[in-house]
């Protein structure tokens, strides 16, 4: 409540009526602006989840185009010492041709060079 110039408390109109509209009205205002800030907080949280999503499956992407070219490489090199005897020669040589192959796959998926020229 607030005070009248000669100290003492005001008191309210008969009816109350004039109070609680405002109180009311100032209610209602705060509402919206919670709903707007909670509803524009939602939609932010969303988005983050959505895109972290999308940031996990492009690094498993990257993560498996990776090892793939690894596993590639150390298979073939692994089949070249079983026919043709020279073992370990053929897999060292073909699981670093194997990991070469793996970085540019990453890197070419990863839109940090450009793809394969086709003429």
Excluded: Y
């Excluded at 990776?66 to 596993?71: D, K, R, S």
């Amino acid at each position: 409540m607030t005070q009248s110039s000669d100290g003492k408390p005001d008191q309210p109109d008969p009816a109350g009526e004039g109070d609680l509209a405002g109180r009311l009205d100032r209610l209602d205002r705060q509402l919206k602006q919670r709903s707007e800030t909670d509803t524009k907080a939602e939609a932010e949280a969303k988005g983050r989840s959505a895109s972290m999503g999308a940031g996990v499956a492009n690094a498993l992407r990257l993560s498996s185009e990776f090892v793939a070219g690894v596993v590639a490489g150390g298979l073939i090199g692994w089949g070249f010492d079983q026919f043709l005897g020279i073992s370990p020669w053929g897999l060292i040589v073909f699981l670093l041709l194997g990991f070469v192959a793996g970085v540019l796959n990453v890197m070419r998926a990863a839109g940090m060079t450009p793809g394969p020229r086709v003429d």
